[in-house]
């Protein structure tokens, strides 16, 4: 129920009356007057209350700030008005660390660079197919020769499918694809070396496909054990893009580099590229180890059960699957 209070005769406002020299204020237009209402300095000041209820709640709410209890709102400067504060900028996610992926969930970090891995093998898989041509003018390859050294990677491709996934459900996939980078960028880069003798050439090029064959079925599982199950099918896609993605930058860069610097760089260059991968793939494992985030320790936890068997069970499983 509303509560009515009486004014005293100082604290009423009353216009004067006009006179006919002087207009009155509602005979005139409302733009041509500029009013401002002041209180006076001498005039107690006062509020309206509309209820007894609302009388109470501000009486407790000035009780409670005055103890502290509620945390007063800091009134922003204007002139700062275009900068953003540290607290502020840390509220939005940016605490002023660099990288800025240095703060990014582990199993993001992992699937980025597991989706690098595949461009890298893709590059290193397209790069003999623009280098055999000035490879065959060196060395007298006629075509079957050439062919001969081109198909020599999809042996060890095909052959490396079946196991590359038997070994990843051992191993898992982490410790499988980072060997298998190793073994195809190690085997790329001895290419120029022992391109003058067949039988080498024909192995470097058999190591780089069992390298590259084991590495989606070491993907795959590392997806499954790293990601949460409403992420794998982004990460899957994520990951196998970047074969696309190491196709066409392997064809794009193979042939500049072969006019300026000769077929060799093409397999210096994308083999470093592998084994710098490596390293960096070795401090992510590192980082991993020392603080792994919430979110992995959770999702470790609903891990599946394969991961801990041994040696002697995969090995029955294979038996039986042979049978």
Same mark, same amino acid.
């Given at each position: ?32 007057? $500029? ?5 006076? @300095? ?12 609302? $009388? ?10 005055? @103890? ?38 582990? $199993?993001y970090k992992l699937i980025g660079t597991t989706s ?58 982490? @410790? ?19 391109? +003058?003798?067949?039988? +080498?050439?024909?192995? *470097? ?7 590259? +064959? ?26 196998? +893009?970047?074969?696309?993605?190491? *196709? ?10 072969? %006019? ?21 793939? %070795?401090?992510?494992? %590192? ?37």
């Open positions: 129920m509303a509560s009515l209070r009486l004014m005293r005769a100082d604290e009423l406002c009353l216009l004067p009356r006009p006179t006919a020299s002087q207009s009155s204020l509602f005979n005139t237009p409302f733009r041509a007057h $500029r009013t401002q209402l002041a209180a006076s @300095k001498n005039r107690p000041k006062f509020r309206v209350l509309s209820s007894i209820r609302e $009388r109470e709640a501000a009486v407790k709410e000035n009780e409670r700030v005055a @103890k502290g209890e509620v945390p007063l709102v800091p009134v922003r400067d204007p002139d700062d008005s275009g900068r953003v504060s540290s607290s502020s900028a840390d509220e939005v996610g940016f605490d002023g660390k660099w990288p800025p992926w240095k703060n990014l969930p582990q $199993r690098l891995a595949f461009v890298i093998c893709n590059m290193d898989k397209v790069n003999l197919s623009v280098a055999i041509i000035p490879m065959s003018h060196q060395f007298g390859w006629n075509s079957s020769v050439a062919g001969l050294v081109q198909s020599s990677f999809f042996w060890g491709y095909a052959l490396s499918q079946l196991p590359g996934g038997w070994l990843a459900k051992i191993f898992g996939g982490r @410790k499988v694809l980072e060997i298998g980078v190793l073994v195809w960028s190690l085997a790329t880069a001895l290419v120029p070396v022992l391109a +003058g003798f067949m039988p +080498g050439l024909l192995l *470097s090029r058999i190591l780089v496909g069992i390298g590259e +064959g084991v590495s989606p079925s070491a993907a795959t599982d590392l997806i499954a054990r790293k990601m949460p199950l409403e992420e794998r099918s982004r990460a899957v896609s994520f990951v196998f +893009g970047g074969l696309s993605v190491g *196709s066409v930058t392997g064809l794009l860069l193979a042939p500049p580099l072969i %006019q300026n610097f000769g077929w060799e760089s093409v397999f210096y260059l994308f083999g470093f590229l592998g084994i710098a991968w490596y390293f960096g793939f %070795q401090l992510i494992e %590192q980082e991993e180890h020392k603080g792994p985030s919430v979110a992995s320790v959770s999702f470790s936890r609903s891990q599946p059960m394969y991961m801990n068997r041994s040696w002697d069970t995969s090995l029955k499983e294979l038996g039986g699957t042979l049978k």
